[in-house]
T-cell receptor
Framework: DAEITQSPRHKITETGRQVTLACHQT?????MFWYRQDLGHGLRLIHYSYGVQDTNKGEVSDGYSVSRSNTEDLPLTLESAASSQTSVYFC???????????FGPGTRLTVT | KQEVTQIPAALSVPEGENLVLNCSFT??????LQWFRQDPGKGLTSLLLIQSSQREQTSGRLNASLDKSSGRSTLYIAASQPGDSATYLCAVKVSSGGGADGLTFGKGTHLIIQP
């Protein structure tokens, strides 16, 4: 069955370190997204991609970057982790029609 | 800017009851609306998607309605079961493009079904 996987599922890192969260989907979807979920804020869009070599900034992109070198993967990099980036991160994907959004299981990141 | 509000934020009901979750949005010019379920520590699972031209969608014991003119959607759960306990989120999409740049989420309703 097609799916979206994220790794690691849990990560603790120190302030100032570079961190990369992996997202891999087997739906063959062109559209992939990264969200963060925080109490009181709900889900907020960080970055998204409509296809290979395409990346776009979302609502809360400062301090984050993504790259899309193939259809299946959209890694999210925190350039210099900050305590404000402690959150649960979700990767999602959808087909070109922009219909149903499929989510991964999430990565809980703690920055100390 | 589109804002999505879900009321109530939390709800606890006995097993077997029929219940309604509410979602309201400020800009009626939407492309579609989607209801999701989120279990603790898990990702979101899409339950129902209603296109702007549709009035409702049904899946099993779930029925979602959409009234664009009033900026409202409801998720009706019939004969609730303890396994329905989860957080339910609605999200509206304002653009017809394939991306999520126009997708705005509510903060969810945390539902507990008491056995």
């Amino acid at each position: 069955d097609a799916e979206i996987t994220q790794s690691p599922r849990h990560k603790i890192t120190e302030t100032g370190r570079q961190v990369t969260l992996a997202c891999h989907q087997t739906w063959n979807h062109n559209n992939m997204f990264w969200y963060r979920q925080d109490l009181g804020h709900g889900l907020r869009l960080i970055h998204y991609s409509y296809g290979v070599q395409d990346t776009n900034k979302g609502e809360v992109s400062d301090g984050y970057s993504v790259s899309r070198s193939n259809t299946e993967d959209l890694p999210l990099t925190l350039e210099s982790a900050a305590s404000s980036q402690t959150s649960v991160y979700f990767c999602a994907s959808s087909g070109t029609s922009g219909r149903v959004l499929y989510f991964g299981p999430g990565t809980r990141l703690t920055v100390t | 800017k589109q804002e999505v509000t879900q009321i109530p934020a939390a709800l606890s009901v006995p097993e077997g009851e029929n219940l309604v979750l509410n979602c309201s949005f400020t800009d009626s010019a939407i492309y579609n609306l989607q209801w999701f379920r989120q279990d603790p520590g898990k990702g979101l699972t899409s339950l129902l998607l209603i296109q702007s031209s549709q009035r409702e969608q049904t899946s099993g014991r779930l029925n979602a309605s959409l009234d664009k003119s009033s900026g409202r959607s409801t998720l009706y759960i019939a004969a609730s079961q303890p396994g329905d306990s989860a957080t339910y989120l609605c999200a509206v999409k304002v653009s017809s493009g394939g991306g999520a740049d126009g997708l705005t989420f509510g903060k969810g309703t945390h539902l507990i079904i008491q056995p």
